[in-house]
């Protein structure tokens, strides 16, 4: 690095290019020897991708071209668009990405954070995404995504060329594709999503499927279509895709642990007892488990999209008053004091801080869950199977 820095030097360019170049190399060489630690060696490492970004030396005019240097009082102008422009107007524009065929700005914004009301408890599976809490839960269907992979690698699979080279090509170019119609898919339901819990003044819990994949590793005793199929299960993209949405729309995100979100399908909702599957060969309750206490049917994705909704107000919002539901919304006459629409959470320790005059070293928090509370909030949305 000290050599590299000495060459760079001495040649004339902007020092915004220098800067650019040296924050490139240094993530390059942390990624080496993050590799190295790991004892993943590759034997021809991947090129690197032409890519720039500068975080000073260009500017935007009130006309909407955007000014690049190129050497000492030289610059390239591009004329914006009028959506560009437009985004960007009252913005801090912070940093610009340019590459072989894009330009990219980042600029950051002042998003202020929404009050909760409810908690929406957010189930990704294979064939939907199902998100609510207990007056309503509903499923975005996306099997789509799912036929699209499949179709792409039946596509795939049926090249019968003797080049390699042209094999390769052309297993890019259709991969490619059903990745940008898997991403548009991903992107309509996310999007569904956010604007539903903006709406309804909800927050969003999401469950925590870190080590999911290792369930599905080559010799666990699976046909290699079944691990296919859930491999390529976007679980993880559609949870970044909730994460930049909500912090863009000034949701609150809880995101769940482990051990809160284990069990989540397989202990009822409504009694807390554990669910039993249906009997080989039950078509009818296929994706249904039977509780013995309720004595009913209860849809799994429901039943842990009603389960994570639960658990995320216990940690968010579990001492709101009762005039604060939805269903007595209106009958409130004013809820914008400061009072009515600040969330509370859970009694806790008193310490340096909280507003309180005495320290207690050690007190007894109240319970997440009283008892009475568990039939009344999921008992309405049991009978809700699919959309509302």
Known sequence: MKGFYRVLKDTKLPSCYKVAVIARACQVLASRKKSDRRGTRLRYPKPLKPVVCITSGFFITMKGRLFIPLRRDEYFDVQLGHYVMETVEGKKVRSLTVTSSSLSLCYSDDVKVAPAETVYGVDRNEKNLTFGDSERVIQVDMTKAIKVKQMTREVVGS???????????????????????????????????????????????????????????????????????????????????????????????????????????????????????????????????????????????????????????????????????????????????????????????????NGTKTLILRVDASKLIHPAWSGELAEPALRCRGRP
């Open 159 to 353: 090249f019968k060329r003797n080049d390699a080279r042209v094999r390769s090509h052309l297993a890019r170019k259709y991969w490619r594709r059903a990745f940008y119609r898997t991403n548009s898919l991903l992107h309509a339901a996310t999007n569904f999503v956010i604007e539903t819990a903006s709406r309804d003044r909800a927050a969003i819990a999401i469950e925590d499927l870190t080590d999911i994949s290792r369930m599905y590793r080559k010799g666990n005793g699976q046909t290699t279509d079944y691990r296919f199929r859930l491999n390529s299960w976007p679980h993880w993209k559609a949870k970044r895709m909730l994460e930049y949405k909500s912090g863009w729309s000034g949701l609150t995100l809880i995101q769940l642990t482990k051990s809160e979100t284990y069990g989540s399908s397989s202990k009822c909702s409504a009694c807390g007892e554990k669910l039993h599957n249906p009997e080989r060969g039950d078509t009818e309750h296929r994706r249904m488990l039977w509780c013995q206490t309720c004595s009913k049917w209860i849809d799994r994705d429901v039943n842990a999209a009603l389960n994570l909704s639960t658990r995320g107000l216990a940690r968010f919002a579990s001492s709101l008053p009762r005039s604060r539901r939805k269903k007595d919304r209106s009958q409130q006459a004013d809820l914008t004091s400061p009072s009515q629409t600040e969330e509370k959470g859970l009694a806790g320790e008193a310490v340096r801080g």
